[in-house]
C-alpha cells in the first residue's frame, strides 16, 4: 500500500473490504452525526499518522454531506492541504466540497479564490469539484476554469483539466470537442487527450459495428 503512495505515507495494512465493514459498524454505532461531530472526526483522522484513517474520514463525509455546508469548506481546505495526495485530494473534491456548493452557489466565489491559489491540490479541487453534477455543470465556468490553469506545468492540474473535460463530454461532448479543437494551442496534450478519450470511445465503437469500409 504504501509502495503504491510512493512512500508517502504509513498504513496500518487493512484492505478496502475491511476497513469499510469496520467503518459502518464504528458510525453505526454513534448514531446520526452533525456537522460539529464530522468536523471532529475528520480533524482528529487526519492528525493520525496512518492513510487508512484518512480514508475513513472521507468515507464518513461522503455519507454525511447532506448535513454539510459552507461552514465545511474551510475544514475541507485543511483536509485538502494537508497530507495531500491525489487519493484523498479527489474524493474530497468531486464528493464532498462539490455537493456543498452545488447545494450553494454562492460557495462558486470559494472555487474562484482555490483554481487562482498557488496550492496546487486546491487548485485541482476546484476544476474537480463538477464531477458528478452532470446536466447540472456550469460548462462557462468549466470552461473557464480549464483555459485559467491551461498553461500550468504541473502534471496534476493537467491531467484535472482533461478529466473535468472528459466527465462533461458524458453530457455534451459537442461542446467539449468544440472547445478542445477551439484551444489546442492552449491545452496540454496531456488536457486534450484525456478530455477527448470517452468520445474516442464512442467514436471507434461506432465504427466498429459499422464493420470494414465496402
Known sequence: MAAYMRDQFSFVGIATPMRVALQRDVVARFGPLGPDDLTAFASACWARDEREYQYAACWVLRRR???????????????????????????????????????DRSQRAVMDRWLADDDIWLARTAILHQLS???????????DACLRRAADSEFFIRKAIGWALRSFSYVDPAAVEQFV?????????????EAMKAIARTRHRHRSAEGPPR
Open 133 to 143: 453534477w452532470k446536466d447540472d455543470t456550469d460548462a462557462d465556468w468549466l470552461f
Open 65 to 103: 454531506v447532506g448535513v454539510l455546508d459552507r461552514q465545511f469548506l474551510r475544514t475541507a481546505q485543511h483536509l485538502i492541504t494537508t497530507k495531500s495526495w491525489w487519493d484523498t485530494v479527489d474524493e474530497l473534491a468531486a464528493h464532498v466540497v462539490g455537493p456543498i456548493v452545488r447545494a
Open 181 to 193: 479543437g477551439a484551444h489546442t494551442d492552449e491545452l496540454s496534450g496531456l488536457s486534450q487527450r
